[in-house]
Nanobody, 124 residues
Framework: QVQLVESGGGLVQAGDSLRLSCAASGRTLSNHAMGWFRQAPGKEREFVAAITSRIGSEAYADPVKGRCTISRDSAKNTLWLHMSSLKPEDTAIYYC?????????????????WGQGTQVTVSS
């Protein structure tokens, strides 16, 4: 059974950086498209970044483009999201997700395995 566990969230100040991790068990991450999503209070879950299976092409949502980098460590079977120049509007619960089939997904419904989320709070 596949399991995703996020960590690395916390309370930071605007302009700081954070690196979120998503440790996987039960599946080899490099065989799957993976994504990061976030959900702020009172808002719908939104796409942040995705990485394709195998060659690892990346995609980013416009609000985080240039400030976030998604990457994958095959040896550790871990997905990362490095975020810099954080803004208060980045405050949300961040989720990693795995797409069992297909090249890449940019929507929540494209993914079928989710972690429990990690809270990121950015103070101004």
């Amino acid at each position: 059974q596949v399991q995703l566990v996020e960590s690395g969230g916390g309370l930071v100040q605007a302009g700081d950086s954070l690196r979120l991790s998503c440790a996987a068990s039960g599946r080899t991450l490099s065989n799957h498209a993976m994504g990061w999503f976030r959900q702020a209070p009172g808002k719908e879950r939104e796409f942040v970044a995705a990485i394709t299976s195998r060659i690892g092409s990346e995609a980013y949502a416009d609000p985080v483009k240039g400030r976030c980098t998604i990457s994958r460590d095959s040896a550790k079977n871990t997905l990362w999201l490095h975020m810099s120049s954080l803004k208060p509007e980045d405050t949300a619960i961040y989720y990693c997700a795995l797409k069992s089939m297909g090249w890449i997904g940019l929507k929540s419904e494209d993914y079928d395995v989710w972690g429990q989320g990690t809270q990121v709070t950015v103070s101004s």
